[in-house]
């Protein structure tokens, strides 16, 4: 009894005078693959919220009113500026919508493994590329 | 009944119900995402007369407000984590969470203006 207590103290006593090392430096860290997923999926909702959820009800308030409203949400969102927008958005619903679907099938244990969870996030990560640029294609 | 206080003291069961909410208003979403895409593809794109119909139609509207509350749901549970992360002083969190609920009410209310409303 006595034993085991000294040993915990001077496990203790080793943490304060060795401390593990700390490094965190984000911008130097080479990230795995599912945490860039993850931190972009954090960052995508953010916009979405930020500027998505507006953006999304102003468009509908403004576009439904009459075909000359229609028509002028059309010309409006045909300018560079805010294609640009919709493209961000886009890409942000995108991103957000596969790697949340990918979060699903991580909670049913499917894919918990390194490989296929390095794999699908890559895989989340091409593909909302992909689905963007193709959106990109149709806006311009 | 035995209870452990401690479990409802620290109240144990909000994590899992966000948890939980954050997954069902996802469903909700992606499937409403199916449901529109579905549609743009049927019509082969979105003129005015497609749109308009659209939101004359009382099931599509209330699929619209079903995915906007989901919508809102979603977005509180998502930026209250955030602001937990990263709003550490108690006041300002709680300013930015008071802020986050207000502007999700009022787009609540938008919402409902914009499908039910006299345009």
Same mark, same amino acid.
């Given at each position: 009894m006595a034993a085991s207590g000294l040993t915990i103290m001077a496990v203790l006593e080793r943490r304060i005078v060795k401390p593990r090392p700390v490094y965190l430096n984000l911008l130097e860290i080479r990230q795995p693959l599912p945490a860039i997923v993850s931190i972009l999926h954090r960052i995508s909702g953010a916009l979405l919220f930020l500027v998505g959820i507006p953006v999304l009800l102003w468009g509908v308030h403004v576009s439904v009113a009459s075909p000359e409203a229609f028509a002028q949400w059309k010309s409006v969102m045909a300018q560079p500026l805010w294609k640009l927008v919709a493209l961000a958005l886009a890409w942000a619903y995108i991103h957000h919508l596969l790697a949340g679907l990918r979060h699903l099938a991580l909670d049913v244990h @499917?894919? @918990?493994?390194l490989a296929p969870a390095r794999r699908s996030s890559a895989i989340v990560l091409v593909l909302s590329l992909l689905l963007t640029i193709i959106v990109a294609v149709r806006l311009w | 009944m035995v209870t452990n206080p401690s479990h409802e003291a620290v109240s144990a069961h909000y994590g899992w119900r966000d948890w939980l909410s954050q997954r069902v208003t996802a469903v909700v979403m992606a499937l409403y995402t199916l449901l529109v895409f579905g549609v743009v593809v049927w019509h082969g794109g979105l003129d005015y007369s497609v749109w308009k119909g659209l939101f004359a139609n009382n099931a599509f509207k209330l699929a619209t407000f079903l995915f906007m509350i989901a919508l809102f749901f979603h977005a509180w549970v998502g930026v209250r984590n955030i602001a937990m992360d990263y709003v550490k002083p108690t006041g300002w969190r709680l300013a930015v969470q008071m802020v986050v609920i207000c502007m999700l009410i009022a787009y609540a209310g938008w919402t409902i203006q914009i499908l039910w409303g006299a345009v």
């Open positions: @499917v894919g @918990v493994e | -």
